[in-house]
């Protein structure tokens, strides 16, 4: 929905809007957007005159990855694994 894209990308395979029910869960590319969004949500109603609670939730949707980088320690090599 263009509502919630006005704060910022959305994941649009993991946004739901269910009109039957009165739900909504919209995913956000970063958090700062969803904390901007969830702190304008009374200006908004995409349900119509209802009260409506919003929840704002936090979670890791990309595994860290690791890269193997390799350091020279003298006459052997070893690979250290660092953060990226």
Sequence with gaps: SKMFRHFGPIRESQTE???E???????????????VAYNSAGRFSIFGAKAVNYELSY???EAFKVKPYVV???EEDAALCLPS
């Design 17 to 19: 809007v269910d009109q």
């Design 72 to 74: 020279s320690l003298g």
């Design 59 to 61: 979670t890791i949707t």
């Design 21 to 35: 029910n009165n739900r909504a869960r919209v995913v956000y590319r970063k958090g700062t957007d969803a904390e």
